[in-house]
């Protein structure tokens, strides 16, 4: 062997250890699933592949909160601010542990929120709440309707987010769903989403067909009076007539209802199988479901024919079958609504 060779073999073996340790440790660490690595609280949101292999909710669980400190940024819950309604109790600061309460201080560790939330709404809306002073629209609406005798369920029953995003909503009064902001509105399929979609399903059919025996009783003989109200280029809203919450007369209807800075009446009276009513819109009006009445009204003439008097004496038997079935149902729901409505109102 040269002198030169001499030289060079150790080197030769000493890479050749090398190599073959390198190859060995890359083997076992593929073999072992990699450890995803939580980012700071500075970094940069991930997207992708990344994201999916971290595991979200524990890592949002152990966010540091700084007091003071907005939840509302760009990485943190930035997609509230572009909506077209935000609830201004989020907006100014660090709002949000007014309703959201911290299991542990400074981390993102919260207490769930029941279903049942009016207690918690009514923090703020209630007439004798003095509300944060950091609040730019104050004071906030009043919601309690302690006078009313009969109540919408999801009212009844405290259930404010049923129908509202407590955060942020793109909809009229932070609705989730579609609900027109005017007292007029075009009827289009989708337009009263906010009551059609788990509540009052059959709505849709409700305001879509002129005429019928069975979807409502609001009806002249066959005539639609839900869809001679609604459903037209300028269609009324179900707020002209009705509350959202409660009121003193059955089906929530009002005696009242802002037109601009004008207060407009609507003069109702129920009847065995119809009704009457008189409003600022037009004169008296009645209704019967048996025994049509003739209105002396302008109206659009109906596709259709008007019932026979066969028909009509059928869908009376018809809406009995169907009032009873929902009595005999409603008896334990009504018991259970007393006790919920009295269990919200010890804690008010």
């Known amino acids: 062997m040269t002198g030169i060779s001499k030289k060079i073999f150790p080197v030769f073996l000493m890479l050749s250890f090398l190599l073959s340790l390198s190859v060995k440790v890359y083997a076992q660490d593929a073999a072992q699933p990699l450890e995803p690595e939580i980012p700071s609280q500075d970094s940069p949101p991930l997207t992708g592949p990344e994201a999916a292999a971290i595991n979200v909710e524990e890592y949002l669980k152990e966010l540091v909160l700084e007091p003071g400190a907005s939840c509302i940024t760009a990485s943190c819950h930035g997609e509230m601010e572009k909506k077209k309604y935000v609830h201004a109790i989020g907006v100014d ?27 918690l709404c009514a923090q703020c809306h209630r007439a004798d709440v003095i509300p944060p002073p950091e609040l730019k629209k104050t004071p906030p609406k009043v ?88 459903n037209k280029p300028k269609g009324r809203s179900c707020k002209v007539c009705h509350h959202p919450h409660g009121l003193e007369k059955p089906k929530l209807l009002k005696d009242t209802f802002l037109f601009g800075k004008r207060t407009l009446t609507i003069d109702y009276e129920k009847t065995e199988s119809g009704g009457q009513c008189s409003t600022t ?18 109206t659009e003439p109906l596709p259709g024919k008007d019932a026979t008097e066969d028909e009509l004496k059928q869908s009376r038997k018809d809406d009995l079958e169907r009032l009873k079935a929902k009595e005999k149902k409603g008896e334990s729901v009504q018991q259970k609504d007393n006790e919920i409505m009295k269990t919200i109102q010890e804690d008010l």
């Open 281 to 298: 819109c037009h004169r008296v009006a009645k209704y019967d479901r048996y025994k049509p009445e003739f209105n002396f009204i302008k």
């Open 143 to 230: 919601i309690s309707e302690d006078e009313a005798q009969e109540l919408h369920e999801p009212f009844a029953e405290g259930k404010c987010t049923a129908c509202h995003d407590a955060h942020s909503s793109d909809y009229y009064k932070h609705l989730k769903l579609p609900y027109p902001e005017g007292l007029y509105a075009p009827y289009k399929e989708g337009v009263y989403g906010a009551c059609a979609s788990d509540c009052h399903k059959d709505l849709e059919k409700k305001l879509a067909e002129p005429r019928t025996l069975s979807l409502t009783l609001f009806r002249n003989g066959n005539v639609n009076l839900h869809y001679r109200h609604v």
């Open 93 to 119: 600061g660090m709002k949000c542990d007014r309703c959201h309460v911290l299991i542990t201080e400074g981390k993102h560790r919260f207490k769930d929120i029941p279903p049942e939330t009016a207690t």
